[in-house]
């Protein structure tokens, strides 16, 4: 088992910026890559970044490009979610989720083990 533990979601303004965090505990050793998704209300849940565990390499949703920047501490087993720009449409809870698998990262049923969430709110 794994447990994930996102924070730093908040309210900022339009152009702001924020930055989450996403702390792994459990069975980590295993971890092949870890990612962010989000859901807005009366939307689905998509992707937004990831980054595999060993070589580091990243890959982003092309309404992020630019603007997030995804990173991971593998010491602290944790992952960041730097996110600058924001608009508002940025407005979602943001899922932390952990893969053992190979792949691209971009689908949701690529990932084993998710956290609870975390509120951003981007005001116009």
């Known amino acids: 088992q794994v447990q994930l533990v996102e924070s730093g979601g908040g309210l900022v303004q339009a152009g702001g910026s924020l930055r989450l965090s996403c702390a792994a505990s459990g069975r980590t050793f295993s971890i092949s890559a870890m990612g962010w998704f989000r859901q807005a209300p009366g939307k689905e849940r998509e992707f937004v970044a990831a980054?595999?565990?060993?070589?580091?390499?990243?890959n982003y949703a092309d309404s992020v490009k630019a603007r997030f920047t995804i990173s991971r501490d593998n010491a602290e087993n944790t992952v960041h979610l730097q996110m600058n720009s924001l608009k508002p449409e940025d407005t979602a809870v943001y899922y932390c989720?952990?893969?053992?698998?190979?792949?691209?990262?971009?689908?949701?049923?690529?990932?084993?083990?998710w956290g609870q969430g975390t509120q951003v709110t981007v005001s116009s």
């Open positions: 980054i595999s565990w060993s070589g580091g390499s990243t």
């Open positions: 989720a952990a893969s053992y698998r190979r792949g691209s990262y971009v689908s949701k049923s690529e990932y084993r083990y």
